[in-house]
């Protein structure tokens, strides 16, 4: 009967329905304030859909009408058991398109001829399959992994719910929907699976809770033993093998893993090389044939392995920055196996990037064995946080260097330049007829260049540049070793290619191969002009004739002094006439950069030279030093500068 009145209302099982429903839905919107996944939503559309229906059906008594809602009713009742499960899904959809068809038959019978002669019950027997489908999934998926609230929810309340809502369709088969007991007593109590739900899913919040909390303070439990231990090492002396060594023991020990191993990245060979190795680590990578398959040799393989970025799973993953997860290695396409020896049996296997700054440093990788279980998601997640924090410990460690490699280098430079500055002329020798000119501006930390002034006779003046790669006190005392052996031979009167075939073989075996010096040298006679030049492979000499009003670049083709022993050096002569000019320099001066990233350059070098022709030799290398500094601005430069200039006045 509808309602009419108010006393119909409170007479009614609507109060009943509503008091209910209200209840229930207030507890669920307590519980989605609390969650993190959403999944009680659909709890709580489906009370409010069941609470519309109890309003409409108060007001509009029709069986009809409370059949399919019931239809919709259970359309919700299996989104919610079978949605979570992967496995019901497939079956899901299509069991909700066939409600719908049903309903929509139904609704059709009712208006139409079409499906008269279906007898109701048929219709109703849609809602019972409804409930054993969702009793076959659930019993199938009993055993639900711990993955989601909403999967531990439906694994925990199907044996109440199923029957629940069985017992409901078979008592409105039977007793009809409008009966009164139906609707005041089966219809509410049908609703307390609801309360089952509630009661499961704050368990699997405090579950949840409980298990963060373990988590969590296994979490820092971890990084307090890999911090203890990774610190221990740094507080005395150590070494980048240690450090490393200290923190794979540390991964090794809190992921419970055989054996660990860490990669760091080599950038100027684009390799990633195997700087600690703990346990026992089955190679998940194919060994070379001609290895033998001995523990010992198969573990020193992999302690000294090496390879390209991108270049097999290691590779990969210093190159990608993706994390590697593999609870079973058995089929993984990504792992080679090896062969049948227990130590070459890999099980599991995790591996993250160590990354600094969006920058990958390294990999780190954790296995197990064959005959123990595989990593679990929860030491992967540890595995990955240790990684991250011990990241940290690698990040300090290089800075730790870099600032002691800093201090030491700047000692260093500071012993270089002095002694730099102790070699270079205090005061420039000039001549009546050969006036001289220079400049040095040594970079930061470099000190690798030389310019001297040799009078070895009264009309012969020996001139020289020079620029001895490497930096710091070995360049320099280079540089001292250079100087004394050109002011004990440069008093001869062999050529000027002789006395530079003696430097060499004086250097040559006496210095390593990477501090080799470039010099530049000329001989001039004063009195005649004549010149000789000889090169060890440095910058050719720039020469103003005045008579042309231009620049020549004399350029001998050689290799630097202390390569090659029996290297024997060439020449070039001739004349120099009243106003020429000769320039010496090093590639700090034409290599200079400006903010463009343009070079200094000969020709800038040449056109100064050229537009100040007429001034005296120092007034020519102040110009240029002037020009420079102005071209350059405020780029540092990463290298000495210096310029020698000799102008003839005949």
């Not at 329905?17 to 559309?45: D, M, N, P, Q, T």
């Not at 069986?63 to 989104?79: K, N, P």
């Not at 079978?82 to 069991?95: I, T």
């Not at 398959?293 to 920055?321: C, P, W, Y």
Request: glycine share 8%.
């Amino acid at each position: 009967m509808a309602i009419s009145s108010l006393v119909q209302v409170l007479e009614s099982p609507l109060v009943a329905h509503i008091l209910v429903l209200a209840v229930l839905s207030a507890l669920f919107l307590y519980i989605r304030s609390k969650e993190a996944e959403g999944h009680s939503a659909v709890y709580l559309y489906s009370l409010g859909f069941l609470a519309a229906r109890s309003l409409a059906y108060a007001f509009f008594p029709y069986q009809e009408l409370f059949f399919l809602t019931d239809v919709a009713y259970l359309c919700f009742f299996m989104y919610i058991f079978m949605m979570p499960c992967k496995v019901a899904r497939p079956a899901l959809f299509p069991s909700l398109a066939l409600n719908v068809v049903v309903a929509a038959l139904f609704a059709l019978r009712l208006f139409t001829d079409v499906a008269v002669g279906v007898p109701g019950w048929l219709f109703r027997l849609v809602l019972v399959l409804d409930a054993l489908l969702v009793l076959i999934f659930a019993f199938i998926r009993r055993k639900v992994r711990k993955e989601t609230i909403a999967r531990q929810i439906v694994g925990k309340i199907w044996p109440v719910a199923v029957p629940i809502v069985l017992v409901y369709v078979a008592a409105g088969m039977i007793l009809g929907y409008e009966d009164a007991v139906f609707q005041g007593v089966v219809a509410p109590v049908s609703y307390l699976w609801y309360v089952a739900a509630i009661l499961a899913t704050l368990r699997a919040q405090d579950d949840q809770l409980i298990d963060a909390v373990s988590y969590y303070e296994g979490s820092i439990d971890s990084l307090y033993n890999m911090f203890l231990s990774t610190g221990t090492v740094l507080k005395g002396d150590f070494t980048m093998d240690q450090v490393m060594g200290a923190m794979n023991e540390a991964f090794t020990a809190e992921t419970a893993a055989d054996g660990g191993v860490i990669f760091l990245v080599d950038e100027f060979d684009d390799l990633i090389v195997c700087k600690a190795y703990t346990g026992s680590f089955p190679p998940p990578v194919p060994l070379p044939e001609n290895l033998p398959r001995k523990q010992n040799r198969v573990e020193s393989f992999m302690k000294h392995a090496q390879f390209r970025l991108g270049e097999g799973l290691f590779g990969d993953i210093a190159k990608t920055g993706k994390n590697v997860y593999i609870p079973s290695v058995e089929g993984d396409a990504r792992i080679t196996l090896n062969g049948e020896e227990d130590f070459l049996k890999l099980r599991s296997l995790m591996a993250v990037p160590l990354m600094v700054e969006e920058r990958i440093i390294g990999v780190a990788a954790m296995a197990r064995k064959s005959g123990n279980d595989g990593f679990t998601e929860a030491e992967f997640d540890r595995f990955k946080l240790l990684a991250n924090f011990g990241t940290l410990t690698i990040s300090n460690f290089f800075s730790f260097l870099a600032a002691s490699e800093k201090s030491g280098i700047e000692r260093s430079a500071g012993i270089a330049a002095e002694i730099q500055k102790s070699i270079i002329p205090k005061k420039i020798p000039q001549f009546s007829s050969l006036g001289v000119g220079a400049f040095t501006i040594p970079a930061p930390g470099v000190s690798g260049d030389y310019f001297d002034v040799i009078q070895t006779r009264a009309d012969r003046v020996v001139c020289v540049v020079g620029d001895v790669a490497g930096k710091g006190v070995s360049a320099a005392l280079i540089m001292v070793m250079i100087r004394s052996i050109l002011h004990l031979i440069t008093n001869t009167n062999k050529d000027i290619a002789t006395v530079l075939n003696w430097v060499n073989k004086g250097i040559t075996g006496k210095i390593e191969l990477d501090h080799y010096a470039t010099l530049g040298i000329v001989a001039v006679n004063v009195v005649t002009g004549e010149m000789e030049y000889a090169n060890a492979s440095h910058q050719p000499v720039l020469v103003y004739r005045r008579a042309s009003d231009s620049i020549e670049s004399l350029e001998l083709k050689s290799v630097p002094i202390g390569v090659e022993r029996t290297t024997e050096y060439g020449r070039k002569a001739l004349r120099l006439s009243d106003g020429d000019i000769v320039v010496l320099y090093t590639d700090g001066i034409i290599e200079a950069m400006n903010e463009q990233g343009k070079q200094y350059g000969r020709r800038g070098l040449s056109q100064v030279v050229t537009r100040n022709r007429d001034l005296a030799p120092k007034e020519i290398v102040a110009k240029i030093k002037s020009d420079l500094s102005a071209f350059v601005g405020s780029v540092r430069q990463h290298d000495d500068q210096t310029v020698l200039v000799l102008k003839m006045k005949l």
